[in-house]
């Protein structure tokens, strides 16, 4: 959805160095989420936020954080990252309940 | 925790086949969301199952919510090239549980 921004879309990096990967919405939604996905293995949740004060581990937390700036951004950082980060991060928002997801259209990470 | 199985991971098809894509829960669930994502897409929103035993159309795609609703599949008839992708279920356990499904990857020989 045009409504789900990510930057940067694609990014080339070396092991140990800080990432941040963003995310802003026009939707109005209060929660947002941020996925990785491998090949073969789906999607993963990584970190969630129900609201701007609100914040969630998912599955696979370890080795990330998250900022929920305002309600429309939504930034997630590899402070150190390493190899077995490389995959394509996805950042989604939904209304509250049960609504459908939005995504964006993914940041695709290679870490060297 | 909650367990989702999703089935097949893969299939492959000759266009004008049928094709089907089960999503299974060891919990019972309080509804089941349906996404289907692109080549080089995102995964987009198709639908969601609330009731016990629900059915869903939309054009030849049919969605089931089981009895118990613990399962769920999404079927195809007659798949055209345009419903090449990967198909993932999300299931709500409620409490906040967000695991999508595995995927089914979809593919078809035209």
């Known amino acids: 959805d045009a409504d789900v921004t990510q930057t940067p879309r694609n990014r080339i990096t070396k092991t140990g160095k800080r990432i941040m990967l963003e995310c802003s919405q026009t939707?109005?939604?209060?929660?947002m989420y941020w996925y990785r996905q491998d090949p073969g293995l789906g999607l993963r949740l990584i970190y969630y936020?129900?609201?701007?004060?609100?914040?969630n581990k998912g599955e696979i937390s370890d080795g990330y954080s998250v900022s929920r700036q305002a309600q429309a951004k939504f930034s997630l950082s590899l402070e150190s990252a390493i190899p077995n980060q490389t995959a394509l991060y996805f950042c989604?928002?939904?209304?509250?309940?049960?609504?459908?997801?939005?995504f964006g259209d993914g940041t695709r990470l290679s870490i060297l | 925790g909650q367990q989702v199985m999703q089935i097949p991971q893969y299939q492959h098809v000759q266009e004008g086949e049928d094709f089907t894509t089960y999503c299974n829960s060891s919990?019972?669930?309080?509804?089941i969301q349906w996404y289907k994502q692109r080549p080089g897409g995102h995964p987009v929103f198709l639908i969601q199952?609330?009731?016990?035993?629900e059915v869903k159309k939309q054009k030849r795609l049919t969605f089931q919510f089981g009895e118990a609703k613990k399962n769920s599949s999404l079927h195809i008839t007659a798949t055209q090239t345009t419903d090449v992708g990967t198909y993932f279920c999300?299931?709500?356990?409620?409490?906040?549980?967000?695991?999508f499904g595995q995927g089914t990857r979809l593919t078809i020989n035209p």
């Open positions: 936020s129900f609201d701007v004060k609100d914040i």
């Open positions: 989604a928002t939904s209304g509250g309940g049960n609504q459908p997801q939005h």
């Open positions: 939707k109005g939604h209060d929660r």
């Open positions: 199952l609330v009731k016990s035993g």
């Open positions: 919990t019972t669930l309080s509804n």
């Open positions: 999300l299931p709500d356990q409620g409490a906040q549980k967000l695991v």
